[in-house]
């Protein structure tokens, strides 16, 4: 099993709709969560971060959920702008590599 | 942008061949990772490098190997290059250990192996 699970997608999404996703993690004692965004052929950048309390930024949100161990990312209004390959990354508390899953492929439709 | 360089930008090889691929840091971090991101997958970790020393490593073979130059640049080199090694390379950046800290990634490397 993966340390990090993501349905690969594509998520096709008309334009102004919500769409959700959630990522999986294995090991119980990962310390923090990201949600990086990549661009095709572009490097990934950082998205947000997820708070166990849960947090938004603008348009997007995020959810921790330590007893089922995923996190998810909630995409409103979506923009043409938002397609992308959404990456999750967790950290374990004992170390520091960042730990990716596959990413989520979004595609935002006219 | 994230101040983070990568040279080359492309860079094609035959299989048994040797590369150096080259990371520049953000100024002030003193810790970088470099990751290997085949197509359609996630980056994957291959080591990081604090204040000049090996600070963790990825399921990678010995023939990865890094470098930490005193002013926090890094390299990547890979030996006798097998056609699986194509991917994008990247590397990240940061101001310390802390797990928290966010990582700032470069454009990344093209390795193509033929």
């Known amino acids: 099993r993966k340390e990090v699970e993501q349905d690969p997608g594509p998520f096709n999404v008309p334009e102004g709709a919500t769409v959700a996703f959630n990522c999986t993690y294995s090991?119980?004692?990962?310390?923090?969560f990201f949600w990086y965004r990549q661009d095709c052929r572009k490097e990934p950048k950082l998205l947000m971060s997820?708070?166990?309390s849960g947090n938004e930024d603008g348009r997007f949100t995020a959810q921790l959920n330590r007893a089922s161990q995923y996190i998810s990312l909630l995409i409103r209004d979506s923009k043409l702008s938002d397609s992308a390959t959404y990456l999750c990354v967790v950290i374990k508390a004992a170390g520091n590599k960042l730990t990716f899953g596959g990413g989520t492929r979004v595609l935002v439709k006219p | 942008e994230t101040g983070v360089t990568q040279s080359p930008t492309h860079l094609i090889k035959t299989r048994g061949q040797q590369v150096t691929l080259r990371c520049s840091s953000q100024s002030g971090h003193n810790t970088v990772s470099w990751y290997q991101q085949a197509l359609g997958q996630g980056p994957q970790f291959i080591f990081q490098y604090y204040r000049e020393e090996e600070n963790g490593r990825g399921n990678f073979p010995p023939r990865f190997s890094g470098l930490q130059f005193p002013n926090y640049s890094s390299e990547l080199n890979v030996n006798a290059l097998e056609l699986d090694d194509s991917a994008l390379y990247l590397c990240?950046?940061?101001?310390?250990?802390?797990?928290?800290?966010?990582?700032?990634f470069g454009p990344g490397t093209r390795l193509l192996v033929l």
């Open positions: 997820v708070y166990s």
């Open positions: 990240a950046s940061r101001p310390g250990l802390a797990a928290q800290e966010t990582q700032y």
């Open positions: 090991n119980s004692a990962s310390q923090s």
